[in-house]
Nanobody, 122 residues
Framework: QVQLAESGGGLVQPGGSLRLSCAASGNFYTIATTGWYRQAPGKERELVAAFTSGGTTNYADSVKGRFTISRDDAKSTVHLQMNSLKPEDTAVYYC????????????????WGQGTQVTVSS
């Protein structure tokens, strides 16, 4: 199995910054995909940032220019740097990592973190 450990959430004032981290552990062959999602009260879960299969990044329009997704392959970790935070960024943030479990099989299985609360308020 694969376990995801999220960290970095908390309470921050508008205009502040937070850096979320998500580390994958367990037995797997490679990490295939990575992304961050969020869900605010009364709203559906939405994609925030992700790496595409081609190695480029994809961001929601609402966070472009403020958020940056990055990876540390040596530590099997994905980060989300969040700058210029706004109250509307308040949500539970979830990381999703797709892993290839075996060198034999090409299937990719998705794993979700349990979420970390980000609250932007004065």
């Amino acid at each position: 199995q694969v376990q995801l450990a999220e960290s970095g959430g908390g309470l921050v004032q508008p205009g502040g910054s937070l850096r979320l981290s998500c580390a994958a552990s367990g037995n797997f062959y490679t990490i295939a995909t990575t992304g961050w999602y969020r869900q605010a009260p009364g709203k559906e879960r939405e994609l925030v940032a992700a790496f595409t299969s081609g190695g480029t990044t994809n961001y929601a329009d609402s966070v472009k220019g403020r958020f940056t997704i990055s990876r540390d392959d040596a530590k099997s970790t994905v980060h989300l740097q969040m700058n210029s935070l706004k109250p509307e960024d308040t949500a539970v943030y979830y990381c999703k990592i797709g892993v290839r479990m075996s060198i034999i099989f090409s299937r990719v299985d998705d794993y979700w973190g349990q979420g970390t609360q980000v609250t932007v308020s004065s």
